[in-house]
């Protein structure tokens, strides 16, 4: 792949370039104007945004935010990040109220040399997402038209086949913004780990992380399994697991993994167990193979923190992937809290994989630098790890 720092060596003075950038952010719930509850993502962007802008480029940003249907929705405008945008940059960012209509090439038309502007919503348009090639490519060459130089940093979406991510590549001399290019380097260091080699995976669902188990278990020491995942693996076990999150198509997966794996696999011993899933629910610390048939896990307990945490401190390297608990609510954070505290004292390279372990990290208010990285994409680490080709990639490297 060509870099950032190949485009800036050849200068960008004057010249229009577009940067794909994954700014899909959360948002407080029922907030009104709507609120950012973590900006991690427009931050990880900002260094290749402002070496661009500081270069002289005009530098045109565009990013999904959530899942719109191919049409405008307040819903998912990304005004609120424009916002946010203008506040991390310190200087002025434009924002278009549309992607590629007139609204947009009025203020392409208009940008100055070291001026940034933002698009709106990429997936108002149907051609975005679309699964018929033509109507994916046709957007992107409306999109193309914006620019002479494409730059690719949004890593969260790069396991897309979407027509900004992987068609308009095609059509213009491209780059990888410098996000994208930290994200890689770190995954492949990944890929050839040093030994002991231990991954933390969490999440709601064995199916969400099934080909990623598959494709780990050959080269890890250990693999930490908590989160509400860990439920089918208990009842795998034969344990009974209450109200607990279940999958019941999974069990006998769960059962030949446990099998292949020996003591590789290493489950929760207890957990935090409680009449309801709310923040004010009764609950108590019960053994994860004595959880009472009215009750459901929501985090794992401390003897499994503990049992967690011995055998990340044996690790040189650290994948994690998925919390062990519902974080958000402050009676069933102490796992995720425990767990991630482990990994910042590792001697050794550590990886947050993205998603809502990222977002746990900064909702608890961990020191982000005590960790070697915090990728931006959740989806498109796991798919990296599984050993899956990502478009975005693939269309940057072409």
């Known amino acids: 792949m060509k870099t950032l720092d190949d485009l800036l060596g050849e200068g960008v003075s004057g010249r229009r370039v577009l940067v794909r950038a994954d700014l899909n952010v959360p948002f407080e719930k029922d907030s009104d104007p709507r609120v950012i509850s973590d900006d991690g993502r427009i931050r990880a962007v900002l260094p290749t945004i402002v070496a661009l802008r500081d270069a002289g480029a005009r530098v045109i940003v565009m990013s999904h935010l959530g899942r719109p249907k191919g049409a405008p929705d307040p819903a998912f405008t990304l005004a609120p990040v424009a916002e946010r945008l203008r506040e991390l940059l310190g200087s002025a960012v434009v924002y278009a109220e549309d992607t590629v209509g007139p609204g947009a090439e009025t203020a392409v038309a208009a940008l100055e040399d070291g001026h940034v502007l933002l698009l709106e919503n990429l997936r108002f348009n149907e051609g975005e997402t679309s699964k018929d090639e033509a109507a994916r490519q046709a957007f992107a060459a409306k999109l193309a038209a914006f620019a002479d130089v494409y730059v690719g940093d949004g890593f969260g979406a790069v396991h897309r086949k979407h027509a900004s991510v992987y068609d308009v590549p095609a059509l213009l001399p491209h780059y990888a913004g410098g996000l994208v290019q930290r ?75 446990l099998a292949r794996a020996g003591d590789r696999i290493v489950l929760p011993v207890d957990v935090v167990a409680a009449s309801s899933f709310a923040a004010d629910a009764d609950h108590d610390v ?27 401190a044996k690790a040189k390297t650290v994948f994690w992937n998925g919390p062990m608990g519902v974080f958000e609510l402050a009676p069933f954070a102490a796992g995720t809290r425990g767990v991630a505290e482990a990994i910042t004292k590792v001697d050794g390279f550590t990886v947050v994989g993205g998603g809502d372990s990222a977002a746990a990290v900064r909702t608890l208010g961990l020191d982000e630098a005590a960790f070697g990285h915090i990728s931006t994409g959740g989806g498109a680490s796991l798919e990296y790890l599984e050993g899956k080709t990502l478009p975005g990639i693939a269309a940057l490297e072409k």
Do not use: N, W
């Open 183 to 257: 994200e890689v380097e770190v995954l492949k260091k990944v890929t050839s780990p040093e030994k002991p080699y231990v991954v933390v995976l969490g999440g709601s669902k064995v199916s969400d992380k099934l080909a990623v188990i598959e494709a780990l278990l050959p080269q890890v020491d250990k693999l930490l399994i908590g989160g509400g995942m860990c439920f089918t693996f208990l009842k795998a076990q034969g344990h009974e697991v209450g109200k607990s999150l279940l999958q019941d198509e999974m069990v006998d997966t769960c059962r030949d993994l």
């Open 286 to 312: 019960v053994p994860a193979d004595g959880i009472p048939a009215d009750r459901l896990g929501l985090d794992i307990g401390p003897e499994s923190v503990a049992l967690f945490s011995g055998e990340i």
